[in-house]
């Protein structure tokens, strides 16, 4: 007999987990417009250390599509690819989170940064452990 917690899919919990880290980047967003200037900041064209283009924000927008498009894939994509696909951005947005932190001071986005890399080191190790059926070609396969 399989107890509840093991009959959720891993596609469905790795889903579930881009969409906490999803839900972490737009509230440490938003809270950070609370700190004194953070709105000032923003209408003068600045994004923490780099001044707001077309440039900074196409890498902004990408950085921030791929984890919610990762909602979406991580249910969809073959298990194979999908495992793949983890783990490599598992890395690479641990490593985001990372850097994201460099020099930072205020205690409530160092919290969101530590429970971000929480979330997308949780990622690698469910992709990591995930050993999917060889030769199963549902969307939906486990």
Do not use: C, H
Not at 55 to 60: C, M, P
Not at 92 to 110: H, K, P, Q, R, S
């Amino acid at each position: 007999m399989q107890r509840e917690d093991e009959q959720v899919s891993v596609k469905v919990r790795l889903a579930g987990a881009w969409a906490a880290l999803v839900s972490l980047y737009i509230y440490a967003d938003f809270l950070y417009l609370y700190r004194p200037g953070g709105i000032e900041e923003v209408a003068q064209g600045a994004m923490g250390p780099f001044d707001v283009s077309q440039f900074t924000l196409l890498i902004a927008s990408v950085i921030v599509i791929i984890p919610a498009l990762m909602i979406v894939l991580s249910l969809l994509v073959r298990a194979g690819i999908n495992r793949s696909m983890n783990l490599v951005l598992a890395v690479v947005y641990t490593l985001i989170n990372i850097i994201n932190l460099i020099g930072e001071t205020w205690a409530f986005y160092l919290l969101f940064g530590v429970a971000e890399i929480a979330v997308t080191l949780l990622i690698f190790f469910m992709a990591w452990r995930w050993r999917p059926q060889i030769g199963s070609r549902s969307a939906l396969d486990a």
